[in-house]
């Protein structure tokens, strides 16, 4: 027997339509080159409606892929409703790649237009004529003069805007299993991957996000989201600000430490989110800022050491909230809100060490590596974490069979290996690839670093696997020290022989002053293995 409740869509179009209407006078603050934009959410539907307008009259195509290659603006905002509000679909273009990488997912999605920041235009114009399938480069004006190249697909936002009426969306999606967004991932290993979110997969994640479990968030809220609007969907803040109510500060093109404090003191931010460079960047500076506001700070996309959270709680009272997801996942898999069994302040440090409770709609489980037989949760037990959900990718674009990412019964194989805990908590042990398998036995990149970062003089480390003769690997530390301080060799491994069994002690460390980073600001250990390639352990 079927239900009878109304088949009601769950697109873009709705979230929108909740954000003017329901919280009509909330504000999308954006920082500029040149100043401050202030905007609400009433407005951001009247913008999103002529973007619609400029979409139909450029003759894009009814399914056609649209790019964005922008900062976090109100006008890329917009785009994230305009776009998909019309059938159409918003690739968000991210301007980190590598040249080759960008020229590879423009073709991939076939995007028919993009719309850039002119401040960015520098960054994309030389590789225009290699961006074939583009037809019409429409330039967004910043206050960032940088010249207009002469390429007769340009054409200028402010101009096509001028004169376009506010198009009606409505009835324009009807499908929620329509593609609303593209986003590549990374690319760490090979190229880059699309992953096609869905109207409904968006609208779901959206509403999860809010969910006291996960972010909590509410019409009480000011937003500062550094993760960009191009990176992993933008962790939902393109949309779950609008079905909740929360102001939304948009940074802009300055993402420096500094500045984003500024930011979060002038504009009375409640909750910021950004990968941890970014917040170990701001340590230092936090004393010197009125962040009295904050409540909120979430960091995600790589592990949260612990004392990087803590280094926070003692200098402003709140300590970090650990997220963890991926681009494939939309990407929201756990968040370190406490549950109300951690009673303790020792219980809170140790769960907010984890990468947190497993979000409501999505399913996990931990697999043995060779069996693929279910792990217990017992917090002990480790194995290859695979997820399931309404928001997770079913199968990357434009390839014929969901492929060795999936499982048989379909979930994704999310290439990390984790324990799981009784109360629901991930521990993200490391990246399949990133593990240490010395003599047979595993070693975790991710607790070294953790132990490494402890220690008062380390400002950044990372952990990599270097081939060795008798163990086959050993971890190997590369270290960089804080400026001011000192570090010997010999002092390093003693704190580690303190905190970490005596085999998982590195073999030998290398001082580094920068740990090589990846298009979204992650540690690149592929950068470090090819680096210390030739060296080799024991
Ligand atoms: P890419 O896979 O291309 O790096 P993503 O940003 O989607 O791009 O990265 C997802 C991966 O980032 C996860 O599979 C995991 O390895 C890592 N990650 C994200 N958040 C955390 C976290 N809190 N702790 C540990 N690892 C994390």
Redesign the pocket.
């Known amino acids: 027997m079927l239900g009878l409740m109304q088949d009601a869509p769950l697109t873009t179009t709705a979230i929108l339509e909740r954000g003017e209407k329901v919280y009509a006078t909330r504000e999308i603050v954006t920082r500029t080159a040149t100043g401050i934009h202030r905007a609400t959410f009433a407005d951001l539907g009247v913008e999103v409606r002529r973007q619609a307008t400029v979409l139909d009259r450029l003759g894009i195509s009814a399914d056609g892929r649209v790019a964005s290659f922008a900062w976090n603006t109100f006008r890329h905002l917009a785009l994230y409703y305009s776009v998909p509000g019309t059938g159409r679909v918003l690739h968000t273009g991210n301007i980190r790649y590598f040249p080759e990488q960008l020229v590879y997912t423009f073709n991939h999605a076939e995007d028919e237009a993009v719309f850039v920041d002119r401040s960015l235009l520098g960054l994309l114009a030389p590789m225009l004529p290699q961006l074939t399938t583009l037809k019409h480069v429409i330039v967004m004006d910043d206050g960032v003069p940088t010249p207009i190249p002469d390429d007769p697909r340009i054409k200028l936002y402010e101009e096509l805007l001028a004169d376009a009426e506010p198009a009606d969306l409505r009835g324009r999606v009807t499908d929620e299993f329509t593609a609303a967004g593209i986003c590549y991932?990374?690319?760490?290993t090979g190229n880059?991957k699309g992953v096609v979110y869905t109207h409904r997969s968006q609208w779901l994640h959206a509403i999860a996000s809010l969910a006291s479990s996960v972010f909590g968030m509410t019409d009480a809220d000011r937003l500062l989201p550094v993760v960009p609007l191009f990176?992993?969907n933008a962790w939902g803040f393109a949309h779950s600000p609008l079905m909740g109510g929360a102001s939304l500060i948009m940074p802009g093109p300055d993402l420096s430490p500094g500045s984003i404090l500024s930011l979060i003191a002038a504009e009375k931010v409640t909750v910021t989110a950004g990968v941890p460079t970014i917040w170990m960047g701001a340590i230092p500076l936090l004393k010197d800022h009125d962040l009295s506001t904050l409540r909120g700070v979430i960091?995600?996309?790589?592990?949260?050491p612990v004392s990087l959270s803590e280094a926070w709680r003692e200098a402003i009272g709140v300590p970090i909230t650990?997220?963890?997801?991926?681009?494939?996942?939309s990407?929201l898999g756990s968040v370190t809100q406490l549950r109300s069994e951690v009673a303790t302040m020792e219980q809170e440090v140790e769960t907010r060490a984890t990468?947190?409770l497993i979000a409501p709609g999505v399913q996990a489980r931990i697999v043995d590596a060779i069996t693929r037989e279910e792990k217990p949760w017992d917090g002990e037990a480790t194995g290859d974490l695979e997820v399931t959900g309404p928001w997770v990718v079913r199968q990357y674009y434009k390839t014929d069979e969901p492929g060795d990412s999936f499982s048989p019964d379909g979930w994704l194989r999310?290439?990390?290996v984790a324990a799981i805990t009784p109360l629901g908590y991930i521990k993200?042990v490391d990246?399949t690839k990133d593990l240490v398998k010395s003599g047979g036995e595993w070693i975790s990149s991710?607790d070294l670093e953790n132990q490494i970062m402890g220690h008062p003089a380390v400002k950044e480390a990372a952990v990599i696997a270097l081939p060795h003769p008798k163990w086959g690997e050993r971890p190997f530390a590369c270290v960089v020290v804080r400026e001011g301080a000192t570090l010997e060799r010999e002092e390093l491994l003693g704190w580690l022989t303190e905190r970490v069994g005596k085999w998982q002690v590195p073999d030998d460390v290398a001082f580094i002053d920068e740990v090589p980073k990846?298009s979204?600001g992650?540690f690149s250990k592929k950068t470090l293995r090819e680096q210390f390639s030739d060296r080799s352990l024991g």
């Open positions: 991932t990374s690319g760490t880059p990176h992993a960091c995600g996309g790589s592990a949260v650990q997220a963890w997801g991926m681009t494939e996942m990407p990468a947190g999310t290439g990390d993200i990246r991710v990846t979204v992650k």
